[in-house]
């Protein structure tokens, strides 16, 4: 009886030891990724694309590091984006087009007065610089040199603010000056667009000015430059 009794313990023994080890085994196993639809890994990727480069230079990014930020391996990754070129200049033009947007939706009201809409186009660009400060400073200072279609992209934008302007200031009072001398505008409102720039990027830096006086200041320099427009000789 003891001999039957201790081989009954060691089956119990052996039994507990195998479910232990299965148990193991499945607690080592690794987590199963989350599939996701074509679109939406594209935008996680893109997503993640963006804050890498908006928190570090463009040589310092990582392919891996996103593709483990994703759960995914780095061959499905270049699946979406061939290259890391490729996932940047992706970036950029989602950033691009997002900040034109935001402009673009303050500025839709054509019964606003052209001054009106002037402030809340400004106020809707330096509100929507402020929450995504980064990656606007990526957009705006590029990543990778002078890569044409990184310029394409930040002049892209720079060409749809100049056009939307011209676009809007007719039936306006600025339409005179608009048919005596369009091109002279032009050039005047180009520069003025870069000049927004530069101080929106020292605002972002420094922001040691309130952005109302920021905006305000924006928006004489506009006014002046039109009125200098306006009295030079063509």
Do not use: C
């Amino acid at each position: 009886m003891a001999i039957v009794r201790g081989l009954r313990k060691r089956r119990r023994a052996a039994a507990a030891s195998a479910a232990g080890a299965a148990e193991s085994g499945r607690s080592r196993r690794p987590r199963r990724r989350i599939r996701l639809e074509n679109d939406q890994r594209r935008a996680q990727l893109l997503a993640l694309g963006v804050q890498a480069f908006s928190e570090r230079t463009y040589d310092d990014v990582s392919i891996d590091d996103i593709a483990k930020a994703a759960g995914i391996s780095k061959g499905l990754l270049y699946h979406y984006f061939p290259t890391k070129r490729d996932l940047y200049l992706a970036g950029l033009r989602t950033t691009a087009a997002e900040l034109i947007a935001s402009t673009t939706a303050a500025t839709s009201d054509m019964t606003m007065p052209p001054l009106e809409r002037m402030r809340a186009g400004l106020d809707a660009y330096l509100d929507h610089v402020s929450r995504h400060a980064r990656p606007f400073v990526a957009l705006m200072r590029g990543g990778i040199g002078s890569d044409p279609e990184v310029v394409g992209v930040i002049e892209g934008v720079r060409a749809t603010y100049v056009e939307r302007f011209l676009e809007k200031a007719e039936g306006t009072p600025l339409s005179d000056l608009l048919l005596s001398n369009r091109p002279l505008v032009r050039l005047a409102v180009r520069g003025w667009i870069g000049f927004v720039e530069a101080a929106s990027l020292e605002w972002l830096q420094k922001k040691d000015v309130e952005r109302t006086t920021l905006r305000d200041m924006l928006v004489d320099a506009l006014l002046a430059s039109l009125r200098i427009s306006a009295g030079a000789r063509t």
